[in-house]
């Protein structure tokens, strides 16, 4: 598998989804393409035929039939594709309930991430940094540009809940294999679920323009069975 080609045409899909709503992204988004290429290849071969064969024809300048078809089955398309994708954007903002295993506060800093671990009676229990690993203090097989000093626990197979917000500028806590991406906004507090269902180490990264060192605040989430 350690071949260039290879690595590079896998890097061009969506990461491995790693919680039921990334799941749900990568299955609509695979059903999108087959509509897609349906819609390209009737198109293509209509386009080529009226160009091979029929370029200079007259005698179709009105056909109520045609032009109801031509509304009707793409109107048909666009709602087969909406109802899905209507499903997985509430589908990802549920809630799932009152309990959560973990309740953890995010905020975005000029430039790094805060962690503010705490329980429902507003009880802090941790409260962390996480800046990023400079690449001369790398370890061999650390990823440059992507490693914290101090990562995020997620428990597997439990909801955990995350406020976001910031304390200067507009940031945005991603980690592509959740699929989730929430604005950090001064101000006002955004939340999301994030039901993790397999270990790991997830990495995201900030992704709000915000400021000189937006490419250097990644996030690390480690997700661990206890
Ligand atoms: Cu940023």
Redesign the pocket.
């Known amino acids: 598998m350690n071949n260039f080609f290879f690595n590079n045409i896998l890097t061009l899909n969506f990461p491995h989804g790693s919680t039921p709503v990334m799941g749900n992204i990568i299955n609509f988004h695979e059903k999108c393409l087959l509509i897609i290429l349906f819609v390209l290849v009737v198109v293509l071969t209509l386009l080529l035929y009226n160009i091979l064969f029929s370029l200079s024809q007259t005698n179709g300048l009105e056909n109520t039939l045609l032009e109801i078809l031509w509304t009707v089955i793409p109107t048909l398309i666009i709602i087969t594709i909406m109802v899905p994708s209507l499903e997985i954007l509430y589908f990802s903002e549920e809630s799932g309930g009152s309990f959560f295993s973990n309740n953890l506060k995010v905020v975005?800093h000029?430039?790094y991430w805060t962690y503010d671990e705490f329980e429902i009676s507003n009880q802090a229990l941790l409260n962390f940094d996480s800046y990023l690993i400079n690449e001369s203090d790398l370890n061999l097989g650390e990823f440059r540009n992507n490693e914290v000093d101090r990562p995020v626990i997620f428990e597997v197979n439990r909801a955990t809940r995350l406020l976001i917000t910031s304390a200067d500028?507009?940031?945005?806590w991603a980690v592509p294999e959740f699929g989730v991406k929430v604005d950090a906004v001064p101000g006002r507090l955004n939340q999301i679920v994030v039901f993790t269902s397999e270990p790991g180490r997830f990495f995201g990264?900030?992704?709000?323009?915000?400021?000189v060192?937006?490419?250097f605040?990644p996030i690390v989430v480690e997700v661990i069975n206890i």
Not at 169 to 172: A, D, F, L, N
Not at 205 to 211: D, F, P
């Open positions: 975005g000029q430039w500028v507009i940031h945005s990264y900030c992704s709000e323009l915000c400021g060192n937006h490419s605040m």
